[in-house]
């Protein structure tokens, strides 16, 4: 059994089960989503693959990459998302921790991490379940982790404040925020305890774990910022055109930190 638990405000927060529709229910969640769809089907290596989806939660990555053909692990330490996630065809889903994969060495083609580094609130502790993901993967195969921006939650706060909301923020939160990256849960509304990075940071804790050469990808990059993005998701001309200029600037080094979102994509030595 593993040493690690997950933390009470954390488990509660998914427990409510508002994440489940998070990537669907509006504009931002659905570029989000469309984006990774978009970006890990170019960085998957290959066809038919044994795929580990750490922290999958009830499965929306998954669902589709089942679909598409792989073979799909989901791990996750909250049983109720586990169980959602269960009765999905064609995906396994075990409960479990990042920091201690139920996983064997050297196991799957590529290996996710679509939440949990920003859970982590630890460096050592992210480290640790990069170093897990590696351990679980093939040589020669990719892992992949999502971490938060660190200008999210401010983007967040100042659009709350233009719309006449706070969301329990208060401008010495979101500047500390800003400053230090500590999401904690009991200081606003809309989230629970994260940590927010800069991409460099999450590169060098991938090469602390072993995992040098990353690649990084801004997931929205900037038009996910844009307070009417339903103008341009909702409309296929214009979110084709959306979706062609955020493959252009994607790897942009200057941009990657005006996201909300980062993909850090590196693969395993051979």
């Known amino acids: 059994?593993?040493?690690?638990?997950?933390?009470?405000?954390?488990?509660?927060?998914?427990?409510?089960?508002?994440?489940?529709?998070?990537?669907?229910?509006?504009?931002?969640?659905?570029?989000?989503?469309?984006?990774?769809q978009d970006l890990l089907r170019r960085v998957l290596p290959g066809e038919g693959l044994d795929v580990l989806d750490v922290g999958g939660a009830t499965g929306i990555h998954s669902a589709w990459m089942?679909?598409?053909?792989?073979?799909?692990t989901l791990v996750d330490p909250v049983p109720s998302q586990v169980e959602v996630a269960?009765?999905?065809?064609?995906?396994?889903?075990?409960?479990?921790?990042?920091?201690?994969?139920?996983?064997?060495?050297?196991t799957f083609d590529a290996v996710l991490l679509m939440g949990p580094l920003y859970h982590l609130t630890d460096r050592a502790h992210r480290v640790q379940a990069v170093a897990e993901a590696r351990r679980c993967a093939r040589p020669g195969a990719i892992v992949a982790a999502v971490t938060i921006n660190r200008v999210a939650a401010w983007n967040d706060y100042l659009l709350f404040?233009?719309?006449?909301?706070?969301?329990?923020f208060?401008?010495?939160?979101?500047?500390?925020?800003?400053?230090?990256?500590?999401?904690?849960?009991?200081e606003q509304e809309?989230?629970?305890?994260?940590?927010?990075?800069?991409?460099?940071e999450v590169a060098s804790e991938?090469?602390?774990?072993?995992?040098?050469?990353?690649?990084?990808y801004a997931v929205q990059g900037f038009p996910g910022f844009i307070p009417d993005l339903e103008v341009l998701i909702d409309d296929e001309r214009a979110r084709d055109h959306l979706m062609e200029g955020l493959r252009l600037i994607e790897t942009e080094p200057s941009l990657l930190g005006a996201s909300n979102h980062v993909l850090t994509v590196a693969q395993t030595p051979a």
């Open 190 to 200: 809309m989230f629970t305890t994260a940590y927010l990075a800069h991409p460099a």
């Open 86 to 106: 269960s009765r999905l065809p064609g995906v396994e889903a075990v409960v479990g921790d990042a920091r201690d994969l139920p996983c064997g060495d050297s």
């Open 206 to 216: 991938f090469a602390e774990a072993g995992l040098g050469a990353a690649v990084q």
């Open 1 to 36: 059994m593993s040493e690690w638990e997950i933390e009470t405000e954390i488990r509660a927060y998914y427990e409510r089960g508002e994440e489940r529709e998070r990537l669907t229910r509006n504009a931002r969640g659905r570029l989000e989503f469309a984006r990774m």
């Open 66 to 72: 089942a679909a598409d053909g792989h073979k799909v």
């Open 170 to 186: 208060t401008p010495d939160d979101a500047l500390r925020i800003l400053r230090e990256g500590d999401l904690r849960y009991y």
């Open 161 to 168: 404040q233009a719309g006449g909301r706070d969301k329990g």
